[in-house]
């Protein structure tokens, strides 16, 4: 097809990297370059099943870089002319940021950096950045709107997304750049980071493992579906009414940590073995996003609720465990 257009999507081996792959390939309109590193923040051979269904795909190229090496990536800038710069490649994760807050730099805001001088340097039009609900930090005003002061974040990780935002907005100044920092609020669906809770309890509760409950389970989250997450990227990719926009990226329903506990619990037809545990530095009481400029700027529609969502991901869940157990046998 003659019309297409190239879009790089860093991070695109990882969660919200690969289904946002899955869908610009599915569109046929898109020349797809992913850079990803494949690091073992957590297990790279899920982050090889992720690109698994892809790399047959005509329209899909795979370089297995990392954002903080400039001269690579320039060799991939001088190959292809980008359309539209994705970057989702980060170090992600609130706590394990604590422990390295170098790497966390270096990854986050020198790779976003890096990024953006080849997006200078090359003429790209359009950066859509995938920054954090965290950096809101500890705001007390509900729900979360991109007017609020954002400059106390309480985690590295936290940091590291307020500062590649800010150099978005100056690159997008000096550079005329369109850049678009999309403040995503924990999401969850097939595929989620292991790490995360939802995964994490998942995973322990079909074990009768104990899962650890930090604070005393009145924590709240914004907990947001990766397809929702991904209709509101895709908006983003042809957004074109002004320079430079941050955006939350939410469900606009905030769930207290017991009530998704229940959830899970109802869902995997098991009780959890709780094991309380003291509130963690970094991580914050609530989160809430106010998504009315999401919905103003990009038509953006959230569709699913908590309930049905993590229906949804229990039943991913089930799919995959299954799936292991046979190949094992
Ligand atoms: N999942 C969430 O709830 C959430 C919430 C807020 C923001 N975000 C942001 O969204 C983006 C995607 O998150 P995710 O949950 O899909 O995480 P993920 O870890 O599954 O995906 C990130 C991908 O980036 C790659 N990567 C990391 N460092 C790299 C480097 N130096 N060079 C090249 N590739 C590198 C990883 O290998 C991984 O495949 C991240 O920027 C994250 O900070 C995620």
């Given amino acids: 097809m003659n019309n297409q257009k190239n879009i790089l999507v860093t991070g695109g081996a990882g969660f919200i990297g690969s289904h946002l792959v899955e869908r610009l390939l599915a569109e046929k309109i898109w020349r797809v370059s992913v850079v990803d590193d494949f690091n073992d923040f957590y297990a790279p051979e899920l982050k090889r099943a992720n690109v698994q269904s892809h790399l047959t795909d005509e329209n899909y190229q795979l370089f297995e ?25 980060a170090r992600a994760g609130v706590r394990p ?5 170098k790497l966390y730099a270096e990854t986050n805001v020198n790779g976003t950096l890096n990024l953006l001088e080849l997006a200078r340097d090359f003429n790209v039009k359009q950066f859509i950045f995938g920054s954090s609900s965290s950096v809101y930090g500890n705001n007390k005003k509900i729900p979360f709107s ?14 590291t997304k307020a500062a590649g935002e800010l150099l978005c907005h100056t690159y997008s100044h000096l550079y005329d750049i369109r850049t678009l920092c999309l403040r995503f609020f924990t999401v969850y669906g ?9 995964h994490k309890f998942s995973q322990l509760i079909s074990e009768d493992k104990p899962i650890q409950v930090f604070g005393d389970g009145t924590t709240r989250r914004d907990y947001t579906f990766v397809d929702d997450i991904i209709q509101g990227v895709r908006a983003a990719i042809d957004y074109d009414n002004s320079m430079h926009e941050v955006i939350n990226l939410g469900e606009s329903q905030t769930v207290e940590l017991r009530q998704l506990v229940a959830l899970l619990e109802e869902n995997l037809g098991k009780k959890a073995v709780i094991d309380h545990q003291p509130m963690q530095p970094g991580d ?46």
């Fill in 146 to 159: 991109e007017d609020d002061k954002i400059f106390q974040p309480i985690s590295p990780y936290a940091a």
């Fill in 190 to 198: 097939a595929r989620q980071r292991p790490d995360l809770a939802i």
């Fill in 97 to 101: 940021s604590l422990l390295q807050p």
């Fill in 65 to 89: 870089a990392n954002i903080s090496d400039a001269k690579f990536l320039r060799e991939i800038f001088e190959e292809t002319e980008f359309d539209v710069i994705v970057h989702l490649a």
């Fill in 284 to 329: 914050v009481p609530q989160t809430f996003a106010d998504i009315t400029k999401a919905r103003e700027l990009l038509n953006y529609n959230p569709q699913t609720k908590i309930d049905e969502g993590i229906k949804k991901f229990v039943e991913w869940f089930r799919g995959q465990r299954a799936a292991a157990e046979g190949s094992k046998q």
